[in-house]
């Protein structure tokens, strides 16, 4: 099948490189020249595990291209997906800019029968204003080409994209199935998903709405099991029980499960914060408040900051001669993404009040650099407080603490002997509770996790 993608980031790229895998052939559009620069000389803009290999086999193939050229975009596929960025608008609400100016191209250079589907993360609703989009640029050239606007959301996490995308535990598909149209987006639809559900079927067809509330109901769940977990372990380091072990406790039940009951410092990443905010948005808009909902952004941007406050509760509010290691800086590992990352509220915690910090991380230096730069713009002297060094070990050096705010492998077993002489002192703040308190008392560090303090 020819299939157009509409937006090259993280979810475009998995999703255009996938479908070629599979055979298709696939026309991915970017309005970023850089990046589709990058894709078209063998580069890859992103670091997700598995991409590149099948980027460039695709690529050889001559079943995935990259282009800047929007009327080549529109010509090139029956199915658009739609995969472009939604933002949080200033008010916490998605931000369809980019959605809609999307749509809107497809309008202007259609000239056959279109699928688009709309696989960025959107409210309800807005299927209909994509669809009002197309068709007043369809009237505005006097142009009928049919068309049906299907939302297909994605799941995929980043770090193991490609895996969740090429065995994917659901495909949700919303279709209106009521026009001619619909039914021939249905049976597009059908067939370009066959080969993800060979084994078993794995689609859930449903209507559009159904479909574009389930993205948003998925993402709110998941952020309100690690909120509740975050605020249970806040809770456990006071009444000296382990999470860890209630983790394991709860999670048992298998009406409860043990993914993602983690606590931590925080979740971060460009989806779970801003989808969050957008469901309450969409919520306000319908005069109801969404209780839990704001309860688990309040737990999430206080947990941010919990790591930052047991430094300050152990080295006291003024840090100025203070100097610190961050292992980890990207919100999660296997990736180089730096939105909303938990380390960078811990950062600018540390230096505003005078320490200096040594940070690394093993695959998100540059966008890290990139992103500090930025966060600290207005205020130049703190990002001076930054080392960026190359190695954990070298972050180590004189530090009187050292911070682990991501999980990545190569921080879970360290040379503790070696961690213990180079920092000035022993004390481990660890975000992500990789290592065990009672090891870590035995071998002479001072250790704070997050909800361990048994
Ligand atoms: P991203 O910011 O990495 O990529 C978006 C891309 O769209 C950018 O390269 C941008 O240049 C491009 N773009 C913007 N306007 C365009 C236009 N008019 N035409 C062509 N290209 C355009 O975003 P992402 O992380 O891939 O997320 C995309 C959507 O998918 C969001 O709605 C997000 O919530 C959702 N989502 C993301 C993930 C994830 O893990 N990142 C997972 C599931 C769903
Ligand atoms: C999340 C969802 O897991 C995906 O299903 C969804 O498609 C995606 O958002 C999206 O809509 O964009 P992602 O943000 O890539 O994926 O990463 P997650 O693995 O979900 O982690 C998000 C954050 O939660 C990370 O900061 C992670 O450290 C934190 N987390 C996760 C915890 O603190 N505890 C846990 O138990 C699990």
Known sequence: MKITIIGTGYVGLVTGACLAEVGNDVFCLDVDQRKIDILNSGGIP???????????????????KFSTDVAASVAHGEVQFIAVGTPPDEDGSADLQYVLAAARNIGRHMNGFRVIVDKSTVPVGTADKVRAAIAEELKKRDHNSGFAVVSNPEFLKEGAAVEDFMRPDRIVIGIDEH???????????????????????????????SAEFTKYAANAMLATRIS???????LADKVGADIEAVRHGIGSDPRIGYNFLYAGCGYGGSCFPKDVQALERTAREYDQNLLVLQAVEAVNDRQKRILGAKIIERFGQDLSGRHFAIWGLAFKPNTDDMREAPSRVLIEQLVSRGATVAVYDPVAME?????????FESRPELLQRIRFVDTPVNALEAADALAIVTE????????????????????????????????????????????RSV
Do not use: C
């Open 46 to 64: 992103i670091h997700e595990p598995g991409l590149s290999d099948i980027v460039a086999r695709n690529i050889a193939a001559g079943r995935l």
């Open 179 to 209: 026009t001619p149209d619909g039914q021939r987006a249905h049976a597009l639809m059908k067939k370009l998903y066959l080969p993800f559900n060979r084994n078993h079927e794995r689609t859930f067809w449903m209507d559009v709405r």
């Open 228 to 234: 509740f977990m975050n605020e249970l372990a806040n």
């Open 367 to 375: 966008e890290a650099r990139r992103v500090l730069t930025l966060d």
């Open 408 to 451: 990545w492998k190569t921080f879970r077993s360290p040379d503790f002997d070696r961690l213990k002489s180079m920092l000035r002192q022993p004390v481990v703040f660890d975000g992500r509770n990789l290592f065990e308190p009672e090891i870590m008392a035995d071998a002479g560090f001072e250790y704070y996790g997050i909800g």
